[in-house]
């Protein structure tokens, strides 16, 4: 949204300044899956408004802000009490941040973008990048009204081929398209591989008196043992909702690990347990964010094409913070092509550009110094305390100049190393039961999510060798697809069938889009593809 | 066709607890898609024009949109805030007034809202109108005097019902399969007419709300587990005995 906002301001100005040399917008369009313009956005959110204010000078007078961040705290947790940081560290101060709902204001930026005269097609998901001798010339939409085996139903609507000079990928975490772009020409090539966490959410509305409006919390440590890397948030926001969430770092060892389950058992803290008591979950949700910093950031321009927002990896995971990364990067993105425009001249060369405009920003400057940070931590959290100390005062360097890193996935552990009970972990393990009130099992919470697909569709979770589920998944990691999975979309059923006695289920109708398939499946035998437009989450005040 | 609260939306109660905060996802009323859908079928067929017509604030103007975008030829949109209180006398009472100059032949709409579920509107405005009227309509064919519809009744019956035009039918959600708005469709939709009509202008003809919303409240959850014990015939024979006398289901 802001990259098509930026496009049109500076098409304007452009407009009013060259009366006999116009830019159209006519044929700017914006294709978004969701139904309803930030149907799928879900973050914390805490917006640092940096880059909005370069956007939009006034937007704090207009841009629905729920709190002002007024108080900050850091606490380490055990598993009955909590340990305050006795100063807030840097990273995570947050005065003068906004707490919002990243759904609201997605949805506010897309009036913008409309009432400035360009299209946004909503339902529309792209399904395929469109490559001409190693050119992006385009993308097609998905195909409407295809029924579970793949046959056209009576309202079958084709995908369109909407051919285009200039791609600009926003997809969000793990975008499908980028995915795709990213195998064709090699785009990861001396690159660190992108490392993910989960972030799983519960709005609530709690008795007032609780926690202060614009009051940010954050925790470390338990239920995570220290080989897990993550950790808690805790937003005030106004009319007693309060957004909590917790986010794990996809790139743990024990493949019973449930990221739905630790923050059941987060709120299980009396800490957490006392904050919510007589209160309401309102609204579930769960997304994965890139960690992976800027050593695992793509190229970002090239023949038609640009990448931008979390799909290029634009978090600071030191800050927790991406949405103003995403917005700079669009803004550069958008005078890329508005130049573009103008030369008529969408070449490599042209479009290579916006990588240097990035580089010369103070995105490449916020994301330099905290370009070891997550690599750091691959070790447990007390090993990766004191590579942050030692990044902190070598201005992100660390022991070495360039931290490597593994792929997550990777890193999960084979059953037969590991205690049947889970130890440490027994409380985050396997499925969360919940208790009605203060923890919810799985299906629970998906069904707060306001979930909806067409049912009859094939599934756009597409596994690609199912023989692995029942055989050396099971055997090997216990089918850990049940266990990551946030929304229950995975299920291994009873089969006379197959050989080890279950098969793998798909209910791809609870899918939330979260993308944590596609990224921690040990085998990488799942493909996240988007399913029929309009299908989805509904992030609702998220 | 009516702007709705997602049927998944989180609801809040409002200030007086007389209908729900309108921060929530809106969505088109699903009868009236049909009813949409139907209307251009008939257009298909037999040729016209069809104009949506909503009552609502500004934010409603996205189902007109979006009927547009379907193939609708043009609409017209009561806009106020106003419209969101009005009971379905009124509310009709509303559309007669915006549509006093028209030439329609025939008035579809969903059988009922999803929201208020009042199943009123498109009856009263048949009244108001002095058209003929059939509700809960699953099939439509023109005749020579005017339209045959098929309505649907109980327990698997239906009734077939000779109607003179013009005439106002109400809509089975599921009569046909909706169709998706194409990309074109959407574009095309920003360039087609859309009359606004405001409070003022349709105001002579509204009267006082003969029904009104005393109080409006969340349902405690009441639900109940109990457990049947012993062997199972015993339990089989319990469970009849349940079903029958207490849920009377058998």
Not at chain 1, 146 to 161: A, I, M, R
Not at chain 2, 51 to 63: D, E, L, M, W, Y
Request: proline share 5%; net charge neutral.
């Amino acid at each position: 949204m802001a990259c098509a906002l930026r496009l049109s301001q500076l098409i304007d100005a452009h407009n009013a300044k060259n009366p006999s040399a116009q830019l159209t917008k006519e044929n700017i369009y914006l294709l978004e899956k969701s139904r309803e313009t930030g149907q799928h956005c879900l973050s914390g959110a805490l917006l640092d408004p940096r880059s909005m204010r370069e956007l939009l000078p006034d937007f704090e007078k207009e841009a629905p802000l729920d709190a002002e961040v007024v108080k900050e705290a850091v606490y380490f947790l055990t598993k009955k009490s909590k340990f305050k940081f006795p100063i807030t560290p840097p990273p995570m101060r947050d005065h003068g941040n906004y707490v919002i709902s990243i759904n609201k204001f997605v949805k506010w930026m897309g009036q913008k973008v409309e009432a400035a005269g360009i299209t946004i097609f909503n339902g529309f998901a792209g399904s395929e990048l469109l490559i001409e001798n190693d050119r992006v010339v385009g993308v097609r939409t998905d195909d409407k009204g295809v029924d579970k085996h793949g046959e056209k139903k009576s309202n079958f609507e084709p995908g369109y081929d909407l051919k285009a000079k200039c791609v600009i990928l926003a997809e969000g975490t793990r975008g499908s398209l980028t995915k795709q772009l990213v195998a064709r020409f090699n785009l990861d090539k001396d690159r660190n591989p992108q490392t993910y966490g989960v972030g799983v959410k519960e709005l609530w509305e709690v008795p007032s008196g609780r926690i202060a409006k614009g009051e940010v919390i954050y925790t470390m440590g338990w239920p995570l043992t220290t080989q897990e890397y993550g950790g808690a948030w805790i937003y005030g926001s106004k009319d007693n909702i309060v957004s909590l969430g917790f986010v794990t770092g996809l790139d743990y060892h024990d493949p019973r690990i449930d990221p739905q389950h630790i923050l059941q058992e987060f709120k299980r803290h009396p800490f957490t347990a006392k904050l919510l008591e007589g209160g309401k979950m309102v609204r579930y949700g769960a997304k994965t964010m890139p960690y992976g910093g800027w050593y695992a950031v793509p190229p970002l321009g090239g023949d038609g094409w640009m990448i931008i927002g979390d799909s290029a990896g634009f978090v600071n995971s030191q800050r927790l913070k991406g949405i103003h990364l995403a917005i700079k990067s669009g803004m550069l993105a958008a005078e890329t092509a508005f130049e573009a425009m103008t030369k008529n001249d969408f070449s490599r060369v042209q479009l290579e550009t916006y990588q240097s405009r990035v580089e010369n920003s103070w995105i490449k400057e916020e994301l330099w110094k905290v370009r070891n940070f997550h690599q750091g931590f691959e070790n447990g959290f007390f090993e990766g305390m004191i590579h942050t100390a030692l990044q902190q005062i070598t201005f992100g360097r660390g022991l070495h100049e360039r931290y490597h890193g593994v792929a997550g996935h990777t890193r999960q552990t084979k059953l037969e190393s590991l205690s049947p009970s889970g130890d440490d972990r027994a409380g985050i393990i396997g499925p969360a039961r919940g208790d009605g009130k203060l923890t919810f099992d799985k299906l629970t919470d998906v069904y707060h999510s306001g979930t909806k697909h067409e049912e009859d569709q094939p599934s756009h979770l597409v596994v690609h060798d199912l023989n692995i589920c029942s055989t050396r998944c099971t055997v090997e990691f216990g089918n850990p697809c049940q266990n990551f999975c946030p929304a229950s979309v995975y299920e291994m059923e009873d089969s006379a069938d197959v050989p080890g006695g279950k098969q793998l289920r798909i209910n791809a109708s609870n899918c939330v889009h979260c993308k944590t398939c596609d990224i921690e499946d040990p085998y990488q035998v799942i493909t996240w593809v988007p399913p029929e437009g309009g299908g989805g989450p509904n992030y609702d005040g998220m | 066709m009516k702007q709705v609260p997602q049927k998944d939306a989180p609801l809040k109660l409002n200030e007086s607890a007389t209908w729900i905060r309108d921060d929530v996802s809106y969505e088109v009323n699903e009868p009236d898609a049909y009813a949409l859908e139907e209307a251009l079928r008939q257009k298909e067929k037999h040729g016209g024009e069809v104009v949506v017509i909503t009552a609502g604030p500004a934010r409603a103007q996205t189902v007109l949109r979006e009927g547009l975008a379907k193939g609708a030829d043009r609409a017209i949109h009561l806009e106020d805030n106003g419209f969101v209180g009005l009971d379905a006398f009124n509310t009709a009472k509303a559309f007669a007034a915006a549509i006093k100059d028209e030439q329609f032949d025939l008035i579809f709409t969903g059988l009922q809202s999803d929201d208020y579920g009042y199943a009123q509107t498109g009856v009263i405005l048949a009244q108001i109108l002095g058209w003929p009227h059939a509700t809960i309509i699953m099939h439509i064919d023109k005749t020579d005097a005017g339209i045959k519809v098929k309505r649907e009744l109980e327990a698997g019956f239906f009734q077939n019902v000779d109607m003179p035009l013009p005439a106002v039918l109400t809509i089975q959600s599921g009569i046909n399969k909706l169709r998706y708005a194409t990309l074109i469709g959407i574009k095309q939709a920003k360039n087609k007419p859309l009359r606004k009509v405001t409070m003022d202008e349709v105001k002579s003809s509204l009267g006082d709300n003969m029904q009104k919303i005393e109080k409006l409240y969340i349902p405690q959850k009441t639900k109940k587990t109990e457990m049947l014990e012993g062997p199972p015939a015993e339990v089989a024979k319990k469970l009849v005995e349940k079903l029958k006398n207490e849920v009377r289901v058998l």
